[in-house]
């Protein structure tokens, strides 16, 4: 079992940038991805990786999120900008059960998930 840990979250204004990453335990040849879950809503996919770098992007991500991955160091970002209210979640990073070359941004298709790191945008 992969064993991933979240860092980077916190509380930032309206319009704030953070940098979220995640460090895994082991070499992950299958896709990776960031999920965030709000107060009251269903966990949703952020953006997803694969091994090569091929990303997919959810529609909250399209513009002002980018997913990047360094295999050798075994870690996964989520470099955020022009952060709103509505990004406010709990941020999940994942490993998928297999090699892909298009990554899903389906929960189901993630094996492994972190702990989280909670992220707040506020005035």
């Known amino acids: 079992q992969v064993q991933l840990v979240e860092s980077g979250g916190g509380s930032v204004q309206p319009g704030g940038s953070l940098r979220l990453s995640c460090a895994a335990s082991?070499?992950?040849?299958?896709?990776m991805g960031w999920f965030r879950q709000a107060p009251g809503k269903e966990r949703e996919g952020v953006a997803s990786?694969?091994?090569?770098?091929?990303?997919t992007e959810g529609d909250s991500a399209k513009g002002r999120f980018t997913i990047s991955r360094d295999k050798a160091k075994n870690t996964l970002h989520l470099q955020m900008i022009g952060l709103k209210p509505e990004d406010t979640a709990v941020y999940y990073c994942?490993?998928?059960?297999?090699?892909?070359?298009?990554?899903?941004?389906?929960?189901?298709?993630?094996?492994?998930w972190g702990q989280g790191t909670q992220v707040t945008v506020s005035s």
């Open positions: 994942a490993a998928g059960r297999a090699f892909e070359t298009l990554c899903s941004l389906s929960t189901d298709a993630y094996a492994d």
């Open positions: 082991g070499n992950i040849i299958s896709c």
């Open positions: 990786i694969s091994l090569f770098g091929s990303a």
